[in-house]
């Protein structure tokens, strides 16, 4: 759950807000104002929600699908409509948490402005929350299981974590619950997940669920946490040292996600391992594409940053990684045996730049 910094001191990209300070509002400003017309309204819920950023949500679920070896389905689209309601629950939450901070350092964001009260924010945390998880619930108990999780993350990281050191943990558990979401409701809706307690299927469905989402969600939360640590050093500048070891670990995942098939190919029965030399597929090329997309998007703004890490490159390498959380979906899911959710990944990036020019994802 990420979106672009504005660089004030302690801000992370998750949160989008100032750090820990800052005084109290005037009471005049958190009252909403008087004569605002529908688009007005309308516009401010936008702005709260920041909708332009829901396009980086749903790869999650389909690159969970696709670890599980399943296609999209009625748990998938279960999953995504739960992840887009905890994510906007967390956005809503996330204003009402920082609306004295935000009176003072971005006054012009809706709960500060009055456009927004804060009892309907917080209200509408809450009515999200609760459709997410009753989305969820639809899917299967092992998928309210995850989204329970998912949702006790987002809270505890916008009421108390993200201004800790356990906030990059906190956020990278968020995104890697979101992808475990998306395979477990797409596994369960499609009967992946045995229901015989002890049985030899069970036991099977287990070992492909640890072998499949597991590497998937952890590389994701690996990123994930990589550029929340970066974030760290936006407003003030840092040493090279966390840029330069966030360039390593975007390097070494892009390296696994090619790696992984072939690693596959490799392994497990000898009459199922190919005599022939492996030639490239239209679905290895969209691996390879979709894997560079990721190393170009998030590389060269942390070198730049390694290089000289003041507050402009490190906010420009914060909104590549950023950016780039796309495109990793997109490999991942390819690199599971499912291009054609890669290819729907990538092409929600138009859209959500399109719709970025009007309604800011900050």
Known sequence: MLRVPRGAPGRTPEDGLSGTGGTAPAPDRLRPSPGRGRGDTVRAWSELFRVSALFSVPGDALAGAAAVGRGPGRGTALAIGASLCLYEAGMALNDWADREEDAVDRPHRPIPSGRVSPAAALGAAGVLTAAGLALAARAGRPALAVATGLAATV???DLR????????????????????????????????????????????????????????????GAHTYGVTAVSRHEAQGGSTAVPLAVLATTAALGAAVLTADRAARTQGPREHRPT?????????LLLTAFTGAYLRTAGPPLLHAALNPSPPLIQRAVGGGIRAMVPLQAALAARNGAPGSGLAVMALVPLARALARKVSPT
Request: no cysteine.
């Open 276 to 284: 022939r030399p492996h030639h490239l597929t239209p679905a290895d």
């Open 161 to 220: 974590l993200k201004h800790t050191k356990a906030g990059p943990a906190a956020m990278a558990a968020a995104r890697s619950l979101d992808l475990l979401l998306g395979a477990t409701a797409t596994a369960a809706g499609s009967g992946t997940v045995a229901t015989a307690r002890g049985g030899g299927d069970n036991v099977a469905a287990r070992i492909a669920f640890v072998r499949g989402p597991l590497p998937a969600a952890l590389a994701l």
């Open 155 to 157: 809270w505890a990281y």
